[in-house]
């Protein structure tokens, strides 16, 4: 059966802790969006949102097909490509995944991830893909991870929260919902735990990854 999530890969911060874009780094003979988009390839996943925010000029100079997939998918690994600009992006992360939701037309599932969290194995992430549920979320050794599966009659509200109130809060949101509605995905790849914010972290995500 065909596999109906898309995915929702968000890459709209400042990267300030970085100093440099943080899916513009090189990862071996690439940038570490696409190594991103790479092992997305690789599940049961055909389209992909990427939602850009500050410095989305510098996405497009470095790779010149994410300005074309403004306006139109875009072929890229067995993938089908979106790129959706969150042009407010200093009203914080949420912002930049609403202005994504709100371009999808379809009723899909999601799976969401941010850029400086790496996919993991292929064969778990198939599981996230596969497990149905209002939330599915995953977890390494006691502690939550990315990414999160979301059904689409949790997120499609999502797209009309108030951007300017405090509780306006992926997590807060997922926190309200009742817990029989969220199943709980025991994974053994650590990626999942991750959080690239640095260059110390990103040298140690490639020494040791």
């Known amino acids: 059966m065909v596999n109906k999530s898309v995915f929702v890969l968000l890459a709209g911060g400042k990267s300030e802790r970085m100093g440099a874009d943080k899916g513009l780094l090189k990862y071996k003979q ?13 599940s049961n996943i055909s389209t992909v949102y990427i939602g850009l925010g500050h410095h989305f000029q510098q996405y497009y100079k470095a790779i010149p097909w994410f300005e ?3 306006n139109k998918f875009i072929e890229y690994h067995n993938l089908k ?13 949420f912002s930049t995944l609403q202005a994504v939701l709100e371009n999808i037309s379809t009723k899909n599932d999601i799976i969401i991830n941010h850029i400086d969290i790496p ?24 502690k939550n991870g990315h990414p999160i599966k979301l059904s689409y009659n949790f997120w499609k509200p999502l797209c009309l929260l108030d951007i ?20 709980i995905i025991e994974v053994f790849d650590k990626v999942v735990t991750l959080n690239i914010n640095t260059k110390k972290d990103w040298l140690n995500f490639l020494e040791n990854y």
Request: glycine letters at 2%; proline letters at 3%; a positive charge.
């Open 164 to 183: 300017n109130d405090k509780n306006t809060r992926l997590d807060y949101q997922i926190k309200k919902e009742n817990q029989v509605n969220t199943s």
């Open 81 to 93: 490509i979106k790129v959706i600009v969150n042009h407010f992006p200093e009203k914080g992360p």
């Open 119 to 142: 996919i993991l194995n292929t064969e778990e992430l198939n599981k996230i893909i596969s497990k149905e549920n209002r939330i599915v979320l995953l977890n390494y050794k006691g």
């Open 68 to 70: 074309k997939a403004q």
């Open 30 to 42: 690439t940038f570490w969006i696409l190594e991103q988009l790479n092992r997305i390839s690789k």
